[in-house]
């Protein structure tokens, strides 16, 4: 397996949290990530979408010009998408409810992973053709209160196939891919979850 890239490599990393409460576990863990990958020499770009009172509904308008040639975002998601493109690595920060991301990710996913920026339709109607050859690393960093053997036996890990292979393998080139996932956490210790806090700061200072 290739050496995952440094930070230093990557330089600038986007980082999109999704949590409603700052002061959650995933409110820490987006803070680790962010001193983690500056700790590694690396620039931690944080999108937060509750902050931002980021609409996740996909309107009418973009729907309709959705599927027409030289599409271009409306206004309220065009900086992010601007950021997308210049993005050295991707950094997913939320917990998982329903076994899914939050509607405020899913939505940031929608409006903004959009033709023109993250791919191209292919004219005779095959696969996407990835735009987003400048993002090299795809991180995930989530938590659940399933504990592992459901997540990952019973219901066969829809988060991790969803972003890694209906986002990243279709938006992207080679994308190295990377899921922390905290399992069990309606049970987690508070040590349980120091742990994996210093783990995931860890993952991004050594990278």
């Given at each position: ?24 576990l995933s409110g820490t863990l987006k803070s680790a990530v962010i ?24 309107s009418k308008d973009e729907r ?144």
């Amino acid at each position: 397996m290739a050496a995952w890239l440094t930070i230093a490599e990557l330089r600038r990393l986007l980082v999109v949290f999704a949590h409603p409460l700052a002061d959650s576990l995933s409110g820490t863990l987006k803070s680790a990530v962010i001193d983690g990958i500056e700790e590694g020499g690396g620039i931690a770009d944080l999108i937060d979408l509750y902050a931002d009172d980021f609409d996740p509904r996909l309107s009418k308008d973009e729907r309709t010009r959705f599927v027409q040639p030289g599409y271009t975002p409306p206004e309220d998601a065009a900086d992010y998408c601007n950021r997308l493109s210049v993005a050295d690595g991707l950094v997913f920060v939320f917990p998982q409810w329903w076994f899914g991301m939050p509607a405020i990710l899913k939505g940031f996913v929608d409006r903004v992973f959009v033709p023109g920026v993250a791919f191209d339709p292919d004219p005779a109607g095959g696969q996407l053709i990835p735009r987003l050859s400048n993002i090299k690393t795809f991180d995930v960093i989530t938590t659940t209160g399933s504990p592992w053997w459901i997540t990952e036996l019973y219901m066969r890990n829809p988060v991790r196939r969803q972003i890694k292979n209906g986002i990243g393998k279709f938006c992207g080139n080679g994308v190295k891919f990377r899921m922390h996932s905290l399992y069990n956490l309606d049970k987690a210790t508070r040590s349980d979850c120091e742990k994996f806090i210093v783990r995931v700061r860890a993952s991004f200072r050594s990278s």
